[in-house]
Each structure stands twice: as structure tokens, then as C-alpha cells.
């Protein structure tokens, strides 16, 4: 069996495990409730707590992949997204990328040199239903700015114990309070 049927066959397998084990982002978003101020996120009575910058944050680049989150520990983060700029935008530079279980793979990785530019991967809990129906119709390829606030340690609590850190300082859980579209192509994931 090649590479590529086994990773298709991966993709149907965690596929058919978000489909039927997680619930879907629209009910999580219709669900929760947000108190920015103090912090505060509450998703079916439990109830997580963040500390969000004060000021708002604007990432303007290119979507090189952007797919369905689901942790069970933070069931909030709906979506991640990779948004570069510079030479990481380029797939003859960097080849293609994606997303596997919160960690960064690139397919076909072509550079003698680190590409200049920046990399990011947002992990995104929408503010609103308004704003997620305009994060749903973002696809990979396109130009877009996404504004929200980042969470400032890069923890989310849970009251009753526990939480859910960033390990990597690219990437950022990521308060979604607006997306603007710069460019109308591009391909969904």
C-alpha cells in the first residue's frame, strides 16, 4: 500500500472521528458564551478562563491551511489556521503544509535556507456566531486578516482543573473578533 492511501485513509478515519464524536462547531458557538473582560468562557455549565490582551491584534497574511479544531479540553477552539507572509506563502519554496494534531507538517520541504517571513498558527475560538460564519468561508490560498485578541500566556484554565498550553511560540489561541477577506480565491482544505 503507498503513502498516499494510507494517509487517505487516516484522513476518512479522523474524519468519521470528529463527525461522530465531537459536536459540531456551529452548536459550540451558538452554546458558549464569552465575557472578554474578565476572562471568561463557559461552554455547557464548565466554565475556562483566559487572560486576553488588551488591545487588538491583526494578522494579515496568507491561509496556507485552515481545518476544524476539536480538544476536549477545550472544546471552544473551533478552527486553526497557518497564516504566512513572505516566502512561507510560497508553496515552490515551502511545499504544502498541514495540520496534524496541533503540529506543523510539511509535504516536500524545498529550501536550503529558513524562508524569511512568518509563520503562525492560530487556534481560534470565534466571539460570535456572526464572526464564525465568516471564518467558515475562509479557504486556503486566500488573503486575509483575522482581528481578535491573543491569549497573553498561552493557557486556557478550566475552573475544575487543568488546562490546555501552547508549547510553540508561533502559535496562538486566538480570541476571533473580526475576519476581513482580501482576495476571493483560493481552495477549501
Same mark, same amino acid.
Given at each position: 500500500?503507498?503513502?498516499?492511501?494510507? #494517509?487517505?485513509? @487516516?484522513?476518512?478515519? #479522523?474524519?468519521?472521528?470528529?463527525?461522530?464524536?465531537?459536536?459540531? @462547531?456551529?452548536? =459550540?458557538?451558538?452554546?458558549?458564551?464569552?465575557?472578554?473582560?474578565?476572562?471568561?468562557?463557559?461552554?455547557?455549565?464548565?466554565?475556562?478562563? @483566559?487572560? !486576553?490582551?488588551?488591545?487588538?491584534?491583526? /494578522?494579515?497574511? +496568507?491561509?496556507?491551511?485552515?481545518?476544524?479544531?476539536?480538544?476536549?479540553?477545550?472544546?471552544?477552539?473551533?478552527?486553526?489556521?497557518?497564516?504566512?507572509?513572505?516566502?512561507?506563502? &510560497?508553496?515552490? =519554496?515551502?511545499?504544502?503544509?498541514?495540520? =496534524?494534531?496541533?503540529?506543523?507538517? !510539511?509535504?516536500? !520541504?524545498? %529550501? +536550503?535556507?529558513? *524562508?524569511?517571513?512568518?509563520?503562525?498558527?492560530?487556534?481560534?475560538? *470565534? @466571539? &460570535? %456566531?456572526? %464572526?464564525?460564519?465568516?471564518?467558515?468561508?475562509?479557504?486556503?490560498?486566500?488573503?486575509?486578516?483575522?482581528?481578535?485578541?491573543?491569549?497573553?500566556?498561552?493557557?486556557?484554565?478550566?475552573?475544575?482543573?487543568?488546562?490546555?498550553?501552547?508549547? /510553540?511560540?508561533?502559535?496562538?489561541?486566538?480570541? #476571533?473578533? +473580526?475576519?476581513?477577506?482580501?482576495?476571493?480565491?483560493?481552495? *477549501?482544505?
Amino acid at each position: 500500500m503507498d503513502t498516499k492511501k494510507i #494517509l487517505l485513509f @487516516a484522513g476518512v478515519v #479522523l474524519a468519521a472521528y470528529f463527525y461522530f464524536k465531537a459536536p459540531s @462547531a456551529d452548536s =459550540i458557538v451558538r452554546t458558549m458564551r464569552i465575557d472578554i473582560q474578565n476572562g471568561r468562557i463557559d461552554y455547557k455549565g464548565v466554565k475556562y478562563s @483566559a487572560q !486576553w490582551s488588551n488591545e487588538r491584534v491583526h /494578522h494579515l497574511g +496568507d491561509v496556507r491551511y485552515i481545518g476544524r479544531a476539536y480538544n476536549k479540553y477545550v472544546p471552544c477552539i473551533t478552527n486553526d489556521a497557518i497564516v504566512t507572509t513572505g516566502e512561507f506563502s &510560497d508553496p515552490s =519554496i515551502t511545499g504544502e503544509v498541514q495540520l =496534524i494534531n496541533g503540529s506543523i507538517k !510539511w509535504v516536500r !520541504w524545498r %529550501v +536550503d535556507k529558513y *524562508p524569511e517571513g512568518t509563520l503562525v498558527v492560530l487556534h481560534f475560538i *470565534p @466571539a &460570535d %456566531v456572526l %464572526v464564525y460564519n465568516k471564518l467558515k468561508r475562509v479557504k486556503r490560498g486566500q488573503r486575509v486578516e483575522f482581528i481578535g485578541r491573543e491569549e497573553v500566556d498561552s493557557k486556557i484554565y478550566a475552573f475544575h482543573g487543568g488546562s490546555n498550553e501552547l508549547l /510553540h511560540d508561533n502559535h496562538r489561541f486566538f480570541l #476571533l473578533e +473580526d475576519v476581513r477577506y482580501e482576495g476571493l480565491s483560493g481552495t *477549501p482544505d
